[in-house]
């Protein structure tokens, strides 16, 4: 199976190999297919019989869509490093900004001042007003309270 199928689908076969194994006799009775059904790969009950019947198990079980992954071979030996590009651009605007005319050179500082200062630029956190004001109930609503009428209680029997 190595090297004719794809690392997802031998990861699924052995999920459910594994369930196969730990419910024994009963992978028939508690198999659900829904591996076979979603996959198109050997489910738990069909691994049980292969075993039992110490039949191998083919790819040709399988979906072709699981042999049709290419698998590069080559590692490639470098891999990419963002902090590397990334200090190259800085240093690419560097060089721009250094080129460029005062008036941009100053803008360009002062962003760059305020950014990595943010207590320079004289702000401060807002203060919380702790009062709690509502804006009140407008003239005319619809929505007003109403006024419950009670019967004044009548008289006790002397």
Not at 65 to 80: A, D, H, R
Not at 107 to 127: F, S
Not at 129 to 153: Q, T
Request: aromatic share 6%; charged share 30%; glycine share 4%.
């Amino acid at each position: 199976m190595v090297r004719k199928v794809s690392h997802a689908c031998l990861a699924l076969l052995n999920k459910e190999l594994q369930n196969s194994i730990k419910w024994g006799d009963e992978a028939m009775e508690r198999c659900t297919h829904v591996v076979r059904a979603t996959h198109e790969i050997p489910c738990a009950c069909v691994l049980m019989q292969a075993i039992s019947h110490n039949d191998s198990v083919s790819s040709k079980w399988m979906n072709s869509f699981w042999s049709t992954l290419e698998i590069n071979q080559e590692v490639p030996g470098e891999l990419y490093d963002e902090a590397e590009e990334d200090k190259e651009y800085w240093e690419s605007l560097v060089a721009e900004v250094k080129n460029a005319d005062p008036a941009t050179r100053a803008r360009v500082m002062r962003a760059v001042y305020e950014e990595l200062h943010p207590e320079a630029k004289g702000l401060t956190e807002p203060t919380v007003k702790k009062e709690k004001r509502g804006k009140g109930r407008p003239k005319g609503s619809k929505n007003k309270p109403k006024k419950v009428l009670i019967p004044p209680a009548a008289p006790s029997p002397p």
